[in-house]
């Protein structure tokens, strides 16, 4: 999961995002970062916008916590999420991933 990295403060993720889905979901991966798709379009900052209250929703964390470091006008960016932990994060997501399509995104360890 190179995607997702601990940072002091919070948790930094590398995203792939596709505007102009039908309904903001997690994809999968996509060239070393997590694809999710948005219900906006890419004009007028509004995929961002989408995909900061996304995450904010499923991380169960403010709007505020929630920061685009970069990529505004790309399709690859950089997020910064404060006051949570890896854990909290990789749960949060797998939950949703899970919720569109069975399954994990996440390698869990082999039990022993």
Not at 9 to 26: D, E, F, W
Not at 55 to 66: F, S, T, Y
Request: with cysteine.
């Amino acid at each position: 999961m190179s995607w997702l990295t601990q940072q002091t403060g919070g948790v930094a993720l590398l995203l792939h995002c596709q505007p102009g889905a039908k309904v903001s979901r997690i994809v999968g991966e996509h060239d070393g970062r997590l694809k999710v798709a948005l219900n906006a379009p890419a004009v007028e900052n509004r995929a961002n916008e989408v995909l900061v209250a996304w995450l904010a929703e499923h991380l169960k964390v403010p709007r505020r916590q929630v920061q685009l470091v970069s990529g505004q006008t790309s399709r690859k960016k950089r997020v910064l999420v404060e006051g949570v932990t890896l854990n909290q994060v990789r749960d949060a997501l797998d939950l949703a991933s899970y919720s569109t399509s069975p399954g994990t995104i996440f390698e869990k360890p082999e039990s022993t």
